[in-house]
C-alpha cells in the first residue's frame, strides 16, 4: 500500500490547471474560488493593519486634546443629592435624589454639585477623582494608552474579519452546491450501472 501523498500535493493535484481527469468542470471551479478567497484573505491584511493604525493614531490625537483641555479634580461622594438641588416643595421625596450617585467637587467657579454614575456603588464621604471641561462639568476621562491600543486591534480584526467572513461563507455555500451537484450525478450514473453499454455489475 502506497503512503498517502503529502497534503501540498495533493492540493496540487486538484488545482484548475491539475491534469487529473476525475476533476470536472464545478470541481476545477471551485478549486479557482478558493485560490481567489485565500488571495483575498491575505490581500485585506495590510488593509485591515492600515486602519488599525489611523485609528491608533486618531484616538491617541483625540486624547491628548482631551488631556489639554480637561483636568481631574478630586471629588467627594455625597450619596442622596443635598436638599439644595431637590426641587422646592419636594424635599426628600423628590426623584432627582432617589440616586446615590452625588458628588461635590471645587472648581476655579466655587463648589459644585451634580451626579457622576460610578459614585453609585461608592459610600458617601469617599473620594474619587473626576474629570471636567473648561466649563467645570464632569466628562469621560480620557483613554489610556493600553485601552487605545486595544481598540486599534479590535478594529484592525473586525476590518479583517468581516470581509473575510462574506468571502468564505460564500465559498463553502459553493462548495455545498457543488456537493450536492456530485452526490446526484453521481446516483444518477450508478442506477445506469449494468445497463448501459460495456458496463457491467457481474
Same mark, same amino acid.
Given at each position: 500500500?502506497?503512503?498517502?501523498?503529502?497534503?501540498?500535493?495533493?492540493?496540487?493535484?486538484?488545482?484548475?490547471?491539475?491534469?487529473?481527469?476525475?476533476?470536472?468542470?464545478?470541481?476545477?471551479?471551485?478549486?479557482?474560488?478558493?485560490?481567489?478567497?485565500?488571495?483575498?484573505?491575505?490581500?485585506?491584511? #495590510?488593509? *485591515? +493593519?492600515?486602519?488599525?493604525?489611523?485609528?491608533?493614531?486618531?484616538? =491617541?490625537?483625540? $486624547?491628548?486634546?482631551?488631556?489639554? &483641555?480637561?483636568?481631574?479634580?478630586?471629588?467627594?461622594?455625597?450619596?442622596?443629592?443635598?436638599?439644595?438641588?431637590?426641587?422646592?416643595?419636594?424635599?426628600?421625596?423628590?426623584?432627582?435624589?432617589?440616586?446615590?450617585?452625588?458628588?461635590?467637587?471645587?472648581?476655579?467657579?466655587?463648589?459644585?454639585?451634580?451626579?457622576?454614575?460610578?459614585?453609585?456603588?461608592?459610600?458617601?464621604?469617599?473620594?474619587?477623582?473626576?474629570?471636567?471641561?473648561?466649563?467645570?462639568? #464632569?466628562? *469621560? +476621562?480620557?483613554?489610556?494608552?493600553?485601552?487605545?491600543?486595544?481598540? =486599534?486591534?479590535? $478594529?484592525?480584526?473586525?476590518?479583517? &474579519?468581516?470581509?473575510?467572513?462574506?468571502?468564505?461563507?460564500?465559498?463553502?455555500?459553493?462548495?455545498?452546491?457543488?456537493?450536492?451537484?456530485?452526490?446526484?450525478?453521481?446516483?444518477?450514473?450508478?442506477?445506469?450501472?449494468?445497463?448501459?453499454?460495456?458496463?457491467?455489475?457481474?
Amino acid at each position: 500500500m502506497r503512503p498517502e501523498p503529502p497534503l501540498l500535493v495533493r492540493l496540487w493535484r486538484r488545482a484548475p490547471w491539475g491534469r487529473n481527469r476525475l476533476l470536472r468542470g464545478c470541481d476545477r471551479i471551485e478549486a479557482g474560488l478558493t485560490m481567489l478567497v485565500v488571495a483575498f484573505v491575505l490581500t485585506i491584511v #495590510p488593509f *485591515a +493593519a492600515a486602519y488599525g493604525s489611523v485609528t491608533y493614531g486618531t484616538l =491617541a490625537a483625540q $486624547a491628548q486634546q482631551q488631556r489639554q &483641555t480637561n483636568r481631574h479634580v478630586e471629588a467627594t461622594v455625597l450619596g442622596l443629592a443635598p436638599l439644595q438641588v431637590l426641587r422646592p416643595g419636594a424635599e426628600g421625596s423628590s426623584r432627582a435624589g432617589d440616586e446615590p450617585d452625588w458628588v461635590q467637587w471645587s472648581t476655579d467657579g466655587g463648589l459644585q454639585i451634580g451626579r457622576w454614575a460610578p459614585a453609585i456603588d461608592m459610600r458617601p464621604g469617599e473620594m474619587l477623582e473626576l474629570w471636567v471641561d473648561e466649563n467645570g462639568t #464632569p466628562v *469621560a +476621562a480620557p483613554h489610556s494608552g493600553s485601552d487605545i491600543a486595544v481598540t =486599534a486591534v479590535l $478594529a484592525a480584526v473586525a476590518v479583517w &474579519t468581516a470581509p473575510t467572513a462574506v468571502a468564505c461563507v460564500g465559498l463553502y455555500g459553493f462548495h455545498r452546491r457543488n456537493e450536492h451537484r456530485r452526490l446526484t450525478q453521481w446516483e444518477d450514473e450508478w442506477r445506469t450501472v449494468g445497463t448501459t453499454p460495456g458496463w457491467s455489475v457481474d
